[in-house]
Nanobody
Framework: QVQLVESGGGTVQAGGSLRLSCAAS????????MAWFRQAPGKEREFVAA????????YYEDSVKGRFTVSRDNAKNTLYLQMNSLKPEDTAVYYC????????????????WGQGTQVTVSS
């Protein structure tokens, strides 16, 4: 059974940084994409960033390019999201997800989800 456990959320001032982690277990993910989505109050869950486990190709939502970096540690089966230059509009619950997909920006193409971790950016 696949389990995804996020950590690293918190409250930070605008301009600050946070690093989110997602520990994955239950199977190998060599042919999978792992991604981060976020959901702000009253809004749809949206794509943030993704990485293909096999070749480390990365994908980003336009508003986070140059500020966020997605990476993974094969040995630890862990996904990361380094978030720099945070803005109040980055405030949301951040979710880790994994799936066999080519539609990396499409929420419904993923199979497993973590419970989410809150990120709050104050102005």
């Amino acid at each position: 059974q696949v389990q995804l456990v996020e950590s690293g959320g918190g409250t930070v001032q605008a301009g600050g940084s946070l690093r989110l982690s997602c520990a994955a277990s239950g199977r190998t993910f060599i042919n999978y994409v792992m991604a981060w989505f976020r959901q702000a109050p009253g809004k749809e869950r949206e794509f943030v960033a993704a990485i293909r486990w096999s070749d480390s190709n990365t994908y980003y939502e336009d508003s986070v390019k140059g500020r966020f970096t997605v990476s993974r540690d094969n040995a630890k089966n862990t996904l990361y999201l380094q978030m720099n230059s945070l803005k109040p509009e980055d405030t949301a619950v951040y979710y880790c997800t994994v799936g066999r997909t080519v539609l990396v920006r499409v929420r419904t193409s993923y199979d497993y989800w973590g419970q989410g971790t809150q990120v709050t950016v104050s102005s």
